[in-house]
């Protein structure tokens, strides 16, 4: 699996960015896709995550209410809408897919198998 993040970008505080990762291979709709994100001198941190189908997601705290996941099936791309953007938002934002990752590891980065390249989001004050 072939994974391409894009859609990063600078923004201003309170802004919107969406980034789009798009997957190549086959059934799409049985991975599991999360994005993470690497601040300067900070370890890859969880941002969110949909499950297979679609069927459910989740996010990290700091991004709850501001950030939203969801795909595309057709287009083989998951999308991470990020609004009301605040300058600790700044980071390089990775998609990570796997197909047989269980919910307890979702949220480790370790336990995925394929990553995209990154997108840098910088959000300014």
């Known amino acids: 699996v072939q994974l391409q993040a894009s859609g990063g970008g600078l923004v201003q505080t309170g802004g919107s960015l969406r980034l789009s990762c798009a997957a190549s291979g086959r059934d799409f709709r049985m991975y599991v896709m999360a994005w993470f994100r690497q601040a300067p001198g900070k370890e890859r941190e969880f941002v969110g995550v949909?499950?297979?189908?679609?069927?459910?997601?989740n996010y990290a705290d700091s991004v709850k209410g501001r950030f939203t996941i969801s795909r595309d099936a057709a287009k083989s791309t998951v999308y991470l809408q990020m609004n009301s953007l605040k300058p600790e938002d700044t980071a390089v934002y990775y998609c990570?897919?796997?197909?047989?990752?269980?919910?307890?590891?979702?949220?480790?980065?370790?336990?995925?198998?394929?990553w995209g390249h990154g997108t840098q989001v910088t959000v300014s004050s």
């Open positions: 990570a897919a796997d197909r047989s990752i269980i919910l307890s590891q979702m949220r480790v980065a370790n336990d995925y198998d394929w």
């Open positions: 949909s499950t297979r189908n679609n069927a459910n997601t």
